[in-house]
C-alpha cells in the first residue's frame, strides 16, 4: 500500500505549531467515508513506528500514523512546558477534526494509548473502539522514574550503525525484532544535527519528568468513563503494565479484552506476523 505524507496545524497556549502525519490506504483522500484507524506512537517515539501494522490494515481502512508535537517530521513546541497531555489531545482532536470523519478506531502504543484512554472518556468522543498497547490507568512510580532516566537523552552517532546499537539497547523490551525491523526503526528514529545523527525528538519532552517527587500515576477515574470496546495488549515483562493493573482492566469500565504478547516488556512493537494479527483481527470482529 502507497502511503502519504501530510502535515496540519495544531493551535497551543504559545502559537501554531505544524504536526505530520502518515496515511495508508487504498482510500487515502480527503473524500473517504470508510473506516479510519488512527495510530499514536509512545513518548520518545514517532508514526513510522506502525508502517508494518499499517500496511496489514490497509487494504479495506484508511490508517493515519502522526508524529505527535516534538518527534518524528512534527515541529518542536516553542515552550517546553507546554508538553503534555492537553496539549497532545487538542492536537489529536485537531487530527480527526481535518480527517473529517465521525469516527475513529484508535491504535496507541504506551504514551498514545493515554492519549486515546483520555479521548475514549471524554462524552461524545469519537473513539469507536480503542487498542491500548501495553499501557493503563495505573503506573508504578518505579516504572516512571525508569522512563525519566532515558526521556530527552541526546546523544549524538556517526552513523546508523551506532545508532542502531543504541536503540537496540534502550529498546530490548520491544521484544525480539529482526534486523530488518531494528534497521527500519533507526532510519525512522534520527535527524540530521551539526554534529551528527542525532535522535529524532526534542529533548525538552522530557521537562514534565525532571522534577522532583515523580509518583504512581492513577488515572482510574478516566478509565471509568470509557465506553467502547477495548483491547489492552500487555508485553509479558512489563513493569508499566503490571498483570494486576490488566486483570482489574477486565473487570471495570469498559471491561477490556487483555491479551498477553509473550517475548516482550514494554511495550510490543506490534511489527511481527502474530501482534498484528491480533490487533487486526480484534478491529474486524468488533465492527
Same mark, same amino acid.
Given at each position: 500500500? /502507497? ?99 465521525? @469516527? ?15 479521548? @475514549? ?26 522512563? @525519566?532516566?532515558?526521556?530527552?537523552? /541526546? ?39 551539526? /554534529? ?84 487486526? /483481527? ?6
Amino acid at each position: 500500500m /502507497d502511503m502519504g505524507s501530510r502535515k496540519f496545524l495544531g493551535l497551543g497556549a504559545h502559537g501554531f505549531h505544524a504536526l505530520a502525519y502518515a496515511e495508508w490506504g487504498a482510500a487515502n483522500t480527503t473524500q473517504f467515508h470508510g473506516t479510519t484507524v488512527v495510530c499514536v506512537h509512545g513518548l520518545t517515539r514517532n508514526g513510522r513506528d506502525f508502517d508494518f501494522l499499517a500496511r496489514a490494515l490497509a487494504d479495506d481502512r484508511r490508517v493515519v500514523c502522526p508524529d505527535v508535537a516534538g518527534r518524528g517530521r512534527s515541529a518542536w513546541l516553542a515552550v517546553a512546558a507546554d508538553y503534555g497531555y492537553p496539549q497532545y489531545l487538542a492536537d489529536m482532536n485537531a487530527l480527526i477534526a481535518r480527517l473529517a470523519v465521525e @469516527a475513529v478506531d484508535w491504535v496507541g502504543t504506551s504514551m498514545g494509548g493515554l492519549i486515546g484512554m483520555m479521548l @475514549a472518556a471524554q462524552p461524545g468522543s469519537p473513539i469507536r473502539r480503542l487498542v491500548i498497547n501495553d499501557i493503563g490507568p495505573f503506573i508504578p512510580k518505579a516504572a516512571v522514574e525508569r522512563i @525519566a532516566s532515558y526521556v530527552g537523552a /541526546d546523544p549524538r552517532f556517526p552513523g546508523l550503525a551506532e545508532t542502531e546499537a543504541y536503540l537496540r539497547e534502550i529498546y530490548a523490551s520491544f521484544g525480539d525484532l529482526d534486523d530488518a525491523q531494528w534497521r527500519h526503526l533507526t532510519e525512522h528514529s534520527v535527524r540530521q544535527a551539526d /554534529d551528527g545523527l542525532a535522535l529524532a525528538y526534542d529533548p525538552a519532552i522530557a521537562v514534565p519528568f525532571k522534577g522532583e517527587g515523580l509518583e504512581d500515576v492513577v488515572l482510574w477515574p478516566v478509565w471509568e468513563a470509557v465506553r467502547c470496546p477495548v483491547l489492552v495488549l500487555r508485553g509479558a515483562e512489563s513493569d508499566v503494565l503490571s498483570a494486576e493493573t490488566a486483570e482489574r482492566m477486565a473487570k471495570s469500565g469498559p471491561k477490556a479484552e487483555v491479551r498477553t504478547i509473550t517475548g516482550c516488556g514494554h511495550a510490543p512493537a506490534l511489527m511481527d506476523a502474530r501482534q498484528i494479527a491480533i490487533v487486526r /483481527d480484534w478491529l474486524s470482529a468488533t465492527g
